[in-house]
T-cell receptor, first 114, second 115 residues
């Protein structure tokens, strides 16, 4: 079974632009979470989606948004990019939203903002 | 609020030596605890997890961790380091809510293995 895939793997943007990152979960997984990883702040939770609905959101400004499609694929969007948005963005999928079940991580998208 | 603290941003060992990476947690409820490994330019891979039951947890690649409630610790160990163990390791605790879960990570420990 294929793992979590994220596209693109690398991205370079300039300040003020917007960007969309994509995540395809493991087949059959219905929940997708996003995390941001930076040297200064470490790994931080962005949001979780299940059944096309945002279930939980981390402490990030409104410039960070996401959505989930009916096939469970998810996208996250960052508008008006700032230098501090340079990070590795990790997506993770899990089977369902019931109780605890293991999250599986993708390889990430490395975003560089110039 | 649940959180984890990793002691030491870098740990250096020689190949064949004991690996010990420290993690302490703070939680008002019985925690679910995890260790993840991240190799360069890759995502996170689950090494092992503690949810309930046996406090000594064995994971992949010869790693194990022991949940010690009295010490609020979940340290990661491996008897003999291998060059391929060089990576960054993250301890994490999970926050569970109605219909959601999120991982709260420590700051990470980079393990360096010398020949």
């Amino acid at each position: 079974k294929a793992g979590v895939t994220q596209t693109p793997r690398y991205l370079i943007k300039t300040r003020g632009q917007q960007v969309t990152l994509s995540c395809s979960p493991i087949s059959g997984h219905r929940s997708v979470s996003w995390y941001q990883q930076t040297p200064g702040q470490g790994l931080q939770f962005l949001f979780e989606y299940f059944s096309e609905t945002q279930r939980n959101k981390g402490n990030f400004p409104g410039r960070f948004s996401g959505r989930q499609f009916s096939n469970s694929r998810s996208e996250m969007n960052v508008s008006t990019l700032e230098l501090g948005d340079s990070a590795l963005y990790l997506c993770a999928s899990r089977l369902s939203q019931e109780n605890y079940n293991e999250q599986f991580f993708g390889p990430g998208t490395r975003l560089t903002v110039l | 609020a649940q959180s984890v603290t990793q002691l030491g941003s870098h740990v250096s060992v020689s190949e064949g030596a004991l690996v010990l990476l420290r993690c302490n947690y703070s939680s008002s409820v019985p925690p679910y605890l995890f260790w993840y490994v991240q190799y360069p330019n890759q995502g996170l891979q689950l090494l092992l997890k503690y949810t309930t039951g046996a406090t000594l947890v064995k994971g992949i690649n010869g790693f194990e961790a022991e949940f010690k409630k009295s010490e609020t610790s979940f340290h990661l160990t491996k008897p003999s380091a291998h060059m391929s163990d060089a990576a960054e390791y993250f301890c994490a605790v999970i926050r569970l809510g109605t219909g959601f879960q999120k991982l709260v990570f420590g700051t990470g420990t980079r393990l360096l293995v010398s020949p």
